[in-house]
């Protein structure tokens, strides 16, 4: 098992910035990768960008440029920088860990508006 727990949402300004934090515990060893979803509301949920143990990453389009996933050391902590927000980016954001085993494991989730 492995259990996720986000921090650092909030209320930013349009072009303000922001950076998550996703710690994992548990069985960190079988975490082949890690991410970051949003859900705004009356949407699913998207991929933002994701991380592999190898530091493979991959963004959406829609944040390219702007967002940045990156860990400090093999796989904890994740965090996401974002900047230049846009109203769009108004979500709830998710930390998820893939494991080698194929299992998805959730945060519970962090808050993120973007208004003026």
């Given at each position: 098992?492995?259990?996720?727990?986000?921090?650092?949402?909030?209320?930013?300004?349009?072009?303000?910035?922001?950076?998550?934090?996703?710690?994992?515990?548990?069985?960190?060893?079988?975490?082949?990768?890690?991410?970051?979803?949003?859900?705004a509301?009356?949407?699913?949920?998207?991929?933002?960008?994701?991380?592999?143990?190898?530091?493979?990453?991959?963004?959406?389009d829609?944040?390219?440029?702007?967002?940045?996933?990156?860990?400090?050391?093999?796989?904890?902590?994740?965090?996401?920088?974002?900047?230049?927000?846009?109203?769009?980016d108004?979500?709830?954001?998710?930390?998820?860990?893939?494991?080698?085993?194929?299992?998805?494991?959730?945060?519970?989730?962090?808050?993120?508006?973007?208004?003026?």
């Amino acid at each position: 098992q492995v259990q996720l727990v986000e921090s650092g949402g909030g209320l930013v300004q349009p072009g303000g910035s922001l950076r998550l934090s996703c710690a994992a515990s548990g069985s960190i060893f079988s975490i082949n990768a890690m991410g970051w979803y949003r859900q705004a509301p009356g949407k699913e949920r998207e991929l933002v960008a994701t991380i592999t143990s190898g530091g493979s990453t991959k963004y959406a389009d829609s944040v390219k440029g702007r967002f940045t996933i990156r860990r400090d050391n093999a796989k904890n902590p994740v965090y996401l920088q974002m900047n230049s927000l846009k109203p769009d980016d108004t979500a709830v954001y998710y930390c998820n860990a893939y494991s080698t085993m194929g299992h998805d494991y959730w945060g519970q989730g962090t808050q993120v508006t973007v208004s003026s």
